[in-house]
């Protein structure tokens, strides 16, 4: 029995992803911008619309054509093929369930193996380096205070860029002990303790703008949340001047992420335990935390430091929308 395309994914976001597996928004975004690439390349192949795509059409080879065609013409990483495929895992295992003739395609993509990937460098920041990002703030402009706590709740907390652009009021305990509740992978929460000094400028920004506990802590101009691209800009614009390079000798771009790397090394510099920073970074496996003790080589040869902030730092049921291509692309670019 054929069933349309468009059932089958309002199924699929709707029930079994939100209700039954109870993902996070981000997580669904993911799932339907790959779900998003497959349709168009399967549409382009099969010679048909989107909208008159079936099951029969969602085969086993154009799975393998897909991920071909992500490495070779997209020139995607290695990662992002094996992320694009790990969506597909779950989507045919959601078909296998809807419909049984799909079995025989769901096992066949389920045994499409990840691609090993050689591990990536990781990056952090020296303390030095840290220093000189907090003393060339600009003082004159009106976003120093919100970027100053932004830059330094990112180095204290290791928060991935995500947690900080979801981060509410509510989250935030500012009374000794300060602490920020942190809402991770997962859909699981964790607390980091927070500096004197974090505090402190945590403190004097929401003097500046609304501290209801259901509002953004970090806003843009347009007093709305930022973004993961708000908060990217703003580490690339008060870090370009550092040129750091990669092992490779080409620049390194700085990125919340290598916020994150640099707590973790900071704090393995100053002697906390691994496990103490698996539950500081939220790491679901402690192999993800081992990768920074692999980094002693670089620790043996220099002397302890104390992970502490900056001594530079001063005071401071619904109608179905799947009746035409555009529609069906539109409802997927609004979950």
Known sequence: MKIKLGQL???????????????QSTSIK????????????????????????????????????????????????????????????????????????????????AAIPKKRVSPSETYFLEQDEINQIFTNLPADSCFTLRDKTLLLFLYNTGARVQEVAELRVSNLVLKSPAKVHLHGKGNKW?????????????????????????????????GKALTRFGI??????HTEFLHKKRNDGSALKISPHTFRHTTAVHLLESGVEINVIRGWLGHVSLDTTNRYAEINIHMKEKAARVCSAPTTLGECHQKPVWHEDASLLNWLESL
């Open 9 to 23: 994914l309002y199924s699929f976001f709707e029930d079994y992803l939100k209700v039954q597996k109870g993902l």
């Open 30 to 109: 993911s799932y339907r911008d790959t779900l998003r690439l497959f349709l168009q390349f399967v549409s382009s192949k099969a010679h048909h619309k989107i909208t008159r795509l079936t099951s029969p059409d969602l085969s086993y080879k154009y799975v393998l054509d897909f991920l071909k065609f992500l490495e070779k013409e997209r020139g995607n990483h290695i990662h992002t093929r094996n992320q694009r495929l790990a969506a597909l895992h779950t989507f045919y295992i959601f078909l296998a369930n809807k419909m049984p003739e799909m079995l025989l395609d769901a096992e066949q993509v």
């Open 190 to 222: 964790r607390v980091c303790p927070l500096w004197k000094q974090t505090t402190l400028l945590l403190n004097q920004l929401l003097e500046t703008q609304s501290n209801s506990i259901d509002h953004p802590v970090f806003i843009s101009s347009n």
């Open 232 to 237: 990217y800009k703003i580490v690339k614009r």
